[in-house]
């Protein structure tokens, strides 16, 4: 019975190559637990707030494909001819119900089941992980979804026992907007909410100016570092935050910015960001309230922007981090005016059909 707090991974740095792993494109988009019970069907998220009325369209396909009993666990995803859209997918969850039948329509969103939970009246998260995956194949084969006329819209994910080939997934796909690579140990059970499994994520770093910071929440030093970076015709775009810092980094961080506050807001690029932000196409700036966050403070203080930060971040998305960057080091070496997209990595896209293809058979062993 719902809930049910998903199992969880570590991150390491490059894919494991001990025997008995099992390996998986990790998706991006979110992270989805379905419960189905005859006619009831329920769509749990990662911290056990209900997918479900945002997602009608999933609601009827898996009704209609499931078995009458299960409980799987997988991702939700929004997939385009260039990849798999994040952005889109956070639209998704809208408060209007008359929005949510008009994008389930314009923008309707799959989902990639990876493991199986319960069938029938079996609990199977006491189950080898290996088990577990045979039964899955059992409850949506790659051919059951085609025959229903979903292939583009219920998957199977691939899984395969060569690291190998993962590695090959973890470069070749990235550009579809793959996270990285997900490891299974093959006699491994499902413990909720455990960081059991691992990931392996993309990582890389960039120069970015450093245009402002925003309070902690507990209101004791700086929170997270506004980042930026120019574009070629030389305006600063606000790509993400730098964040995750100690709490002894944070009071320090406020020293460290103090001098840079003093008349920031003379001639800073971002000055007028609420204006702008009302005009179609104006700069990615800071600040505003979204779905997400609510009534939540996002005010911010601004700084010269003269300070440089390296910062490690995982990939690029509508041009802004796709997550937070954590900070490697300031670099008093460097320009503001060095701080430029060009020096991001360009991944080429990789079309998901080809990794779909893979599963038209037997999964990869």
């Known amino acids: 019975m719902p809930p049910v707090k998903p199992m969880l991974a570590k991150a390491v740095r490059e894919v494991p190559r001990t025997e008995g792993l099992h390996y998986e494109p990790k998706w991006d988009g979110f992270r989805c637990v379905v419960f189905r019970d005859g006619d009831e069907l329920e769509l749990g998220s ?12 999933l609601v009827e ?34 408060p209007a119900a008359s929005r949510v039948r008009k994008l389930a329509a314009e923008t309707p969103a799959s989902f990639v089941a990876f493991d199986l939970l319960a069938l029938d009246d079996r609990d199977l998260t006491g189950e080898r992980f290996d088990e577990r995956r045979r039964l899955l194949e059992t409850v949506l084969p790659a051919g059951q979804a085609r025959q229903a006329g979903a292939v583009s819209r219920l998957h199977l ?79 600063l775009h606000h790509v993400g935050v730098a ?14 910015l103090a001098p840079l506050r003093e008349n920031a ?46 910062v490690r971040y995982e990939h690029v998305q509508s041009g802004r981090f796709r997550h937070g960057g954590r900070l490697v080091r300031f670099r008093p070496d460097r320009l503001p005016a060095s701080c430029t997209y060009a020096q991001l990595d360009e991944v080429a896209p990789a079309e998901l059909a080809t990794l779909f293809g893979e599963q038209a058979g037997p999964a990869p062993r």
């Not at 413990?191 to 929440?217: I, N, P, S, Y």
């Not at 964040?243 to 460290?256: G, I, M, N, Q």
């Not at 196409?281 to 440089?308: F, Q």
């Open 157 to 235: 994910t691939p899984v395969t026992t060569d690291p190998d080939v993962a590695q090959d997934w973890f470069t070749r796909f990235e550009g579809a907007g793959f996270d990285g690579v997900m490891v299974k140990r093959g006699d491994g059970t499902y413990e909720r909410d455990k960081r059991v499994m691992l990931k392996v994520k993309h990582e890389r770093t960039a120069d970015c100016v450093v245009a402002g910071f925003r309070t902690h929440a507990d209101g004791a030093g700086v929170g997270s570092m506004l980042l930026g970076l120019f574009d070629e015709n030389g305006a």
């Open 46 to 57: 990662r911290n056990d707030r209900p997918l479900t009325r945002y997602f009608p369209e």
């Open 243 to 256: 964040s995750s810092f100690t709490a002894a980094r944070r009071r320090e961080l406020v020293d460290e």
């Open 265 to 310: 807001l003379e001639g800073h690029p971002w000055r007028d960001w609420a204006e702008a932000s009302a005009q179609a196409g104006s700069t990615r700036l800071p600040g505003g309230v979204s779905r997400w966050t609510g009534t939540k403070d996002l005010s911010w203080e601004p700084v010269r922007p003269e300070l440089v930060a390296e």
């Open 61 to 94: 396909l898996l009704r209609a494909t499931l078995p009458p009993r299960c409980v799987l666990d997988g991702e939700i995803v929004v997939v385009t001819g260039e990849g798999l859209d994040f952005d889109t997918l956070q639209n998704r969850l809208h």
